[in-house]
């Protein structure tokens, strides 16, 4: 009596719908990370855009310069690449599968967290005080000091320090220690290799400033990528981001109002 072998029929591949939930692994995450970055630098640029398209003066490059350094433009700008962000992060983490609060970590930490990590910024800023008086060096970004003019004498000061310690901290950190980290840290980085690089990113980021100041803001990245592996809160960071952010501004703003 022979008997038939039976051999089981292959599977068909799983729809978008079946997959599993899972995270962007290196290469994903590092081109969905240039993806959110392009949407939130023409979120940006569109404010230029409107402001050269409604000036009744002819159009010089000289003029696209001065008005794309002004307090009120960079304000509008911050502002603006908040919500493009956030929709090329929703797209690509909708097609992960994972929920935009669980992917990004939008749950809160503890308090001890949070005293430790204010203590810990306080003694990064510091030091660097320290090293920055011991150089000689001014006590402020010459960016900064131009800014915060610019926009005082537009009548964009609160607006620029909303731009700066509450829209700026939340695009930046659910980019770079948000979506980024997550990503990275999954992959052959692990979260080591994820806190650098996302730090490293962070510091591309702000080209505006000097190679001094991109030794602190590393540090400081460090620092909150640290805080970001144990504590599982992006909110701690973006509430660190934020303080820094406005302890910066207050001191430059003493600074233009007493020098």
Same mark, same amino acid.
């Given at each position: 009596?022979?008997?038939?072998?039976?051999?089981?029929?292959p599977?068909?591949?799983?729809?978008?719908?079946?997959?599993?939930?899972q995270?962007?692994?290196?290469?994903?995450?590092?081109?969905?990370?240039?993806?959110?970055?392009?949407?939130?630098?023409?979120?940006?640029?569109?404010?230029?855009v409107?402001?050269?398209?409604?000036?009744?003066?002819?159009?010089?490059?000289?003029?696209?310069?001065?008005?794309?350094?002004?307090?009120?433009?960079?304000? !509008?700008?911050?502002?603006?690449?908040?919500?493009?962000?956030?929709?090329?992060?929703?797209?690509?983490?909708?097609?992960s599968?994972?929920?935009?609060?669980?992917?990004l970590?939008?749950?809160?930490?503890?308090?001890?967290?949070?005293?430790?990590?204010?203590?810990?910024?306080?003694?990064?800023?510091?030091?660097?005080?320290?090293?920055?008086?011991?150089?000689?060096?001014?006590?402020?970004?010459?960016?900064?000091?131009?800014?915060l003019?610019?926009?005082?004498?537009?009548?964009?000061l609160?607006?620029?320090?909303?731009?700066?310690?509450v829209?700026?901290?939340?695009?930046?950190?659910?980019?770079?220690?948000?979506f980024?980290?997550r990503?990275?840290?999954?992959? /052959?980085?692990?979260?080591?290799?994820?806190?650098?690089?996302s730090?490293?990113?962070?510091?591309?980021?702000?080209?505006?400033?000097?190679?001094? /100041?991109?030794?602190?803001?590393?540090?400081?990245?460090?620092? /909150?990528?640290y !805080?970001?592996?144990?504590?599982?809160?992006?909110?701690?960071?973006?509430?660190?981001?934020?303080?820094?952010? !406005?302890?910066?501004?207050?001191?430059? !703003?003493?600074?233009?109002?007493?020098?």
């Amino acid at each position: 009596m022979s008997t038939l072998e039976s051999n089981p029929s292959p599977q068909p591949p799983l729809s978008p719908d079946e997959r599993p939930p899972q995270p962007w692994k290196f290469v994903g995450t590092s081109l969905w990370g240039l993806v959110v970055f392009a949407a939130m630098f023409a979120g940006q640029l569109s404010v230029l855009v409107y402001f050269l398209i409604t000036d009744r003066a002819p159009f010089s490059f000289d003029e696209a310069k001065t008005l794309a350094g002004g307090g009120l433009t960079i304000s !509008l700008s911050v502002v603006m690449g908040l919500p493009a962000a956030l929709l090329a992060l929703w797209i690509a983490i909708r097609l992960s599968r994972i929920p935009f609060a669980d992917y990004l970590a939008l749950r809160w930490t503890s308090w001890w967290y949070l005293l430790f990590g204010v203590v810990g910024l306080v003694v990064l800023v510091m030091g660097w005080e320290g090293v920055s008086y011991a150089m000689g060096r001014e006590a402020s970004a010459s960016f900064m000091v131009d800014v915060l003019k610019s926009a005082q004498a537009a009548g964009a000061l609160w607006l620029l320090i909303v731009a700066f310690c509450v829209v700026a901290p939340i695009t930046e950190e659910f980019l770079t220690r948000g979506f980024l980290y997550r990503g990275w840290s999954e992959s /052959f980085l692990r979260p080591a290799g994820a806190i650098v690089l996302s730090s490293l990113v962070w510091t591309a980021m702000h080209l505006q400033y000097d190679r001094f /100041f991109f030794g602190e803001i590393f540090s400081i990245g460090l620092l /909150f990528g640290y !805080l970001r592996y144990r504590s599982n809160s992006i909110w701690l960071t973006v509430i660190l981001h934020g303080l820094n952010n !406005l302890a910066a501004t207050l001191q430059t !703003l003493w600074l233009v109002n007493h020098t």
